[in-house]
């Protein structure tokens, strides 16, 4: 769902759509939404809406206004999709349009990993970043 459907502008109802017309029984999508709204809690057995989890807004925030995240439910959703892919040693890419917190989301989320066993870096790239510049 995520490796299709994350990338899509126009077409993202309709393949949500789509996702939910291939689930049955227990795991059926709630009729509410899209299917990106929701992840599957296994200890509850149930679908869980990304609202209900989002954490508080941290008002003690003493950093630069460029690397502030609001908690909601699509930060949410992307630190959760990260630490999965974090902990399995995977890749992963965000993808979007320019200004919507990408860098800022993954920036975010490795400033509160384990600095003594965590080493990262950053490369940052735009539009008119090509081959030759890299």
């Given amino acids: 769902m995520w490796a299709f459907g994350a990338s899509l502008d126009e077409d993202r109802v309709s393949f949500s759509n789509s996702i939910k017309s291939l689930t049955n029984g227990n ?14 809690d296994v200890i509850e057995g149930k679908w869980t809406h990304w609202d209900e989890v989002v954490g508080d807004y941290n008002k003690e925030f003493e950093g630069l206004f460029e690397n502030l995240v609001v908690p909601t439910a699509d930060t949410t959703r992307q630190n959760f999709l990260l630490d999965l892919h974090v902990q399995a040693k995977k890749g992963m890419i965000f993808v979007g349009k320019a200004g919507t917190g990408k860098t800022t ?25 090509d081959s030759a510049a890299l």
């Fill in 27 to 40: 795991l059926k999508f709630p009729e509410a939404g899209q299917t990106f709204d929701y992840f599957y």
């Fill in 105 to 129: 989301i993954i920036s975010n989320y490795f400033t509160g990993l384990d600095k003594d066993s965590t080493l990262t870096s950053s490369m940052n790239f735009n539009s008119y970043t």
